[in-house]
């Protein structure tokens, strides 16, 4: 697999270190039980399809990115800086 990098260009996959998908909303630390912090902790979802994710060009430009890619074909969306991205919930 091969990651554009908005910085350094298209790379190999071995330049990066992966994260994980976007986390979703992280609940109330304050009001949130236990069962709800475990949950957003431990218990990520997993699908089949297009997913956003985290990665960091480890061998490059030390760049966190997200890449939009589908996790059945491992094709790439879409590659931008962590900095620059939207928020979803």
Same mark, same amino acid.
């Given at each position: 697999?091969? @990651?554009? #990098?908005? %910085? #350094?260009? $298209?790379?190999? +996959?071995?330049?990066? !270190? %992966? &994260?994980?998908?976007?986390?979703? /909303?992280?609940?109330?630390?304050? *009001? =949130?039980?236990?069962? /709800? ?15 956003? $994710?985290?990665? %960091?060009?480890? =061998?490059? #430009?030390? !760049?966190? &990115?997200? +890449? ?6 491992? *094709? @790439? /969306? /879409?590659? @931008?800086?962590?900095?620059?991205? $939207? +928020?979803? !919930?």
């Amino acid at each position: 697999m091969r @990651i554009t #990098c908005p %910085y #350094c260009g $298209e790379r190999d +996959v071995r330049e990066f !270190s %992966y &994260l994980g998908g976007e986390p979703g /909303a992280r609940p109330d630390g304050m *009001a =949130a039980d236990a069962h /709800a912090m475990f949950e957003h902790v431990y218990q990520r979802p997993n699908p089949a399809g297009p997913i956003r $994710e985290f990665w %960091y060009h480890t =061998a490059g #430009c030390h !760049s966190w &990115l997200i +890449v939009e890619r589908d996790t059945r074909t491992h *094709a @790439i /969306a /879409a590659v @931008i800086a962590a900095a620059n991205r $939207e +928020v979803q !919930s």
